[in-house]
């Protein structure tokens, strides 16, 4: 199975660059577009809570797919439980984004929780306990997911093979271009913080938030395509694993007939 889909080729991710600027210059529209934008239940939030969604709803039939095919494709266990892990991952994240529906259904948040969370919200990421705690506030647990996940795993396996051959066995690996939308996206927040955070005066919602919503709305996108590319590489090892099959059965059926 060649290269020859679209996340593989240089226009997407010149597209996707473009998308990432475009998002960050938004923080300087004015006050209209930042409430249109921003607050919670819009645009930017919307965009990354379905993505993660989808997401989930893609990693889940990775592993549905990886687990009938197991015992042909010699799937490991633990990779597996990284497919699975990689959807109930997701799915939580969409969850947690929309305070699992609590403001679409209208639901009020228990009071022992409520006195807990620093947003007055149903979900378990805001919470003070994670909050007050530089290592386990989301922000962190989040990043290192996506650097060891997109950045690390890919630029270690596309560097040195022996450890691509041992860690394939284990977990997916994806392609080192879709880390570096990853790190594209980190710096151009670094970047927008150094050129909007004065000019950004809007009363609407704080401007930490608001980078911080696009910020994540755009890692959140990603997921999509990163799930993508664990299928494709999913399907090209089910593809080798059918074909090494079928070459076998030729083999076979050849040295029987010589032997005949």
Do not use: C
């Not at 290269?3 to 990432?20: A, D, G, N």
């Not at 990284?82 to 699992?100: D, H, K, M, N, T």
């Not at 990603?222 to 099959?245: C, G, H, P, Y």
């Amino acid at each position: 199975m060649d290269k020859s889909k679209w996340y593989f080729r240089t226009p997407f991710y010149v597209i996707m660059t473009l998308y990432f600027v475009l998002g960050y210059t938004t923080l300087g529209w004015g006050e209209k577009w930042a409430a249109i934008l921003f607050p919670e239940d819009h645009y930017f939030e919307n965009v990354g809570a379905i993505s993660l969604f989808v997401a989930a709803g893609i990693s889940f039939y990775i592993f549905v797919r990886a687990f009938q095919n197991r015992k042909n494709a010699q799937i490991h266990w633990l990779k597996l439980l990284v497919y699975l892990g990689l959807a109930g991952l997701y799915f939580f994240g969409g969850g947690e984004e929309i305070s699992w529906g609590q403001r679409i259904f209208h639901i009020s948040e228990p009071a022992a929780l409520a006195s807990q969370n620093t947003q007055d919200e149903l979900n378990i990421h805001n919470l003070k306990f994670f909050e007050k705690n530089k290592l386990l506030k989301a922000d962190t647990i989040f990043t290192v997911f996506w650097m060891a996940f997109a950045v690390i795993l890919p630029a270690g396996a596309l560097l040195f093979k022996p450890f691509k051959e041992f860690a394939a066995r284990f977990t997916p690996i994806v392609y080192w271009g879709i880390g570096a939308l990853f790190l594209i996206n980190y710096f151009l927040a670094k970047l927008a913080k150094t050129i909007y955070e004065k000019a950004y005066t809007w009363p609407v919602i704080p401007f930490p938030q608001a980078l911080q919503e696009v910020k994540e709305s755009n890692y959140e996108l990603m997921f999509v395509f990163l799930s993508l590319i664990v299928l494709w590489d999913l399907n090209r090892s089910l593809t080798e694993a059918k074909q090494t099959s079928e070459q076998g059965t030729v083999g076979r059926l050849a040295f029987g007939s010589q032997k005949k």
